[in-house]
């Protein structure tokens, strides 16, 4: 079914071999947004993630930065372990006396980081 939501044409599957002919066969056709103004101002000329066109740039560009923000959170997280780590094999003061609104690693209150970081790893 084919349905008009204000501006944006729009197409209802209903059955799981019409989804699968959507979402496999003809993805690349399905996959494009349509174009929007905002996208020129705040995505940069469209280029933004949420924004892009499908196409070689989209599939390029968005790969390429998600690869770039995963190594970078690799990088934190493992950073944030690792002063966990530390901090635990102190084991200076007992978790009561500890400051929990002192800033701590990346700028987190040590509550926050506490909750964030598992308290045991699997060797």
Do not use: S
């Given at each position: 079914m084919s349905l008009r939501l204000g501006s944006v044409p729009t197409l209802v599957v209903s059955s799981p071999a019409a989804a699968e002919?959507?979402?496999k066969t003809h993805?690349?056709?399905?996959?494009s947004r349509p174009e929007r103004q905002i996208g020129e101002y705040l995505?940069?000329?469209s280029k933004g993630m949420a924004v892009a066109k499908y196409g070689t740039y989209w599939r390029s560009g968005v790969t390429r930065r998600l690869k770039v923000l995963g190594q970078e959170f690799d990088k934190i997280l493992e950073t944030i372990i690792d002063d966990h780590e530390q901090e635990a094999s102190n084991?200076?003061?007992?978790l009561d006396e500890l400051d929990m609104d002192e800033t701590f690693a990346l700028s987190l209150l040590r509550s926050t980081h506490l909750l964030a970081v598992p308290t045991s790893r699997a060797s």
């Open positions: 002919l959507v979402l993805d690349k056709v399905f996959a995505g940069y000329g084991g200076n003061k007992e």
